[in-house]
């Protein structure tokens, strides 16, 4: 946990903070640019077609090459990308651009995921997986007021949302670079942990593979036919959609509703971030200890959708903003225990075509979220259609989180490994 989770998080940080300082962009953007509200959300989408199109191929490529190889490749890759933002001339090169962007990310977030579920015994994947998407919330935290300062930024030809665009792209390049050296492919490589521990590891995670698998390691098609993956989909599709639809289109609420200008706006979003970094770790950390996924998942979705409700009908700005808030941070806090509930009855290359086929297929909700909104403003100028169409997901999605649930082969799936005989914790 301590000699891979904090390089991991950071690396989440800088991919979080490329796909969504579009948001903050956008301010500036709109007007320079004369892009309709359509426009930005079919854009702020199309992230996510990129996404579907290359995440299968790009982790099934990861798995036979390794996660140091691919990802570096692919942070130096996707960080030339969004340099190449400052290039947006239209609504056409806006929408090919982000669409790379998702290409060159597609495999980074699944690939990731791969790599804690080939480190992480089961009793800490929960909890490894909520610390590792804390960077989303925290990239907001940090990031967006940093976005705010830098559209003020004007210079070299450059306007405040071009310099945005380069400043908050140059991390991913630099620490691609660095990915390599820093991350261990698998722990039977890892050098740096006592030769007692790592037995205990590679044992207890070999231990849980043969009884949770379900599918042959090297098998791919599984991965494609099976109805358990396809409903895991499902259950997905709600936390980018909620995720992405509000995130892209809190400043632009914030700005509108509150009338504030680039720099307090940003101070303002960092708000919501921050409380859903504290409840995702706490709501993973509540999933690990109870051995529970299916009602940790659910729950949060049926609260998400609640609040996207009072934030449709809300009489005023204050509610609108703290209802989109709260369907945000709900979305977030399910990520944790879907993903250790999605990952439990996987082994090897099916693991790896399930994951990305999930993540894949879930994540067009990425591209349904900021659309809805943006389609819906464009009609009549306010966010109630577009939150109505993601609260109704997010009921669907906690639904099926109760029906997969109960599909689990081995009842005890969940239940807690044994420590090893010196005392140390799988944590450690």
């Known amino acids: 946990m301590w000699r891979l989770m904090p390089f991991l998080f950071l690396l989440y940080i800088v991919a979080y903070l490329d796909r969504i300082n579009v948001g903050f962009a956008i301010l500036q953007m709109r007007g320079q640019l004369h892009l ?25 490529v990861l798995e036979r090459v390794g996660v140091r190889r691919w990802i ?27 669409f790379l962007l998702g290409a060159t990310e597609a495999g980074f977030f699944p690939g990731m995921i791969l790599y804690m579920r080939q480190w992480f015994p089961v009793n800490a994947r929960a909890r490894a997986v909520a610390w590792f998407m804390t960077a989303n919330p925290l990239a907001g935290v940090v990031g967006s007021p940093v976005s705010g300062l830098l559209l003020g930024m004007h210079g070299g030809g450059l306007s405040g949302w071009q310099w945005l665009f380069v400043m908050e792209a140059s991390p991913a390049i630099v620490l691609g670079a660095t990915v390599y050296w820093v991350l261990t492919d698998r722990p039977q490589n890892a050098r740096w942990l006592p030769d007692e521990q790592r037995r205990w590891l590679l044992e207890t995670l070999e231990n849980e593979q043969s009884e949770d698998s379900r599918t042959k390691t090297g098998s791919f098609w599984p991965a494609l036919t099976s109805g358990r993956v396809w409903l895991l989909s499902v259950v997905y599709f709600t936390l980018p959609a909620c995720m992405y639809g509000v995130t892209l289109w809190l400043p632009t609420a914030i700005e509108g509703l509150l009338g504030m200008n680039n720099a307090k706006t940003g101070v303002v979003v960092a708000i919501p971030y921050l409380a859903t970094a504290v409840a995702m770790v706490l709501w993973g950390n509540s999933s690990d200890r109870r051995g529970e996924r299916r009602w940790h998942t659910a729950l949060a979705a049926f609260v998400g959708a609640a609040a996207l409700l009072v934030a449709a009908w809300g009489g005023g700005p204050v509610v609108v903003i703290a209802g989109m808030s709260l369907g945000m941070l709900s979305a977030q806090t399910m990520s944790g225990p879907f993903w250790a509930m999605a990952t439990s009855p996987m082994n090897g290359r099916a693991a790896a075509a399930s994951i990305a086929v999930i993540n894949s297929l879930g994540n067009l909700g990425g ?62």
């Not at 930005?40 to 199309?46: D, K, L, N, V």
């Not at 993601?390 to 989180?401: E, K, L, P, Q």
Request: charge should be positive; aromatic fraction near 14%.
């Open 36 to 60: 309709s509200d359509a426009a930005y959300g079919r854009a702020a989408g199309m992230f996510f077609a990129g996404y579907f199109f290359f995440q299968v191929p790009s982790n099934l």
């Open 367 to 428: 591209y349904f979220g900021p659309y809805i909104i943006g389609l819906a403003r464009s009609a009549n100028g306010g966010f109630r259609g577009g939150l109505l169409a993601i609260a109704a997901v997010m009921v669907v999605s906690g639904a099926a989180a109760l029906v997969v649930g109960t599909m689990q082969k081995h009842p005890g799936q969940d239940r807690f490994p044994q420590k090893p005989s010196d005392g140390t914790s799988a944590t450690s």
């Open 72 to 98: 570096a490749g692919l942070m130096i890759a996707w960080g030339l990308v969004s340099c190449s933002m400052i290039f947006i001339r239209g609504p056409v090169s806006f929408y090919v651009l982000r």
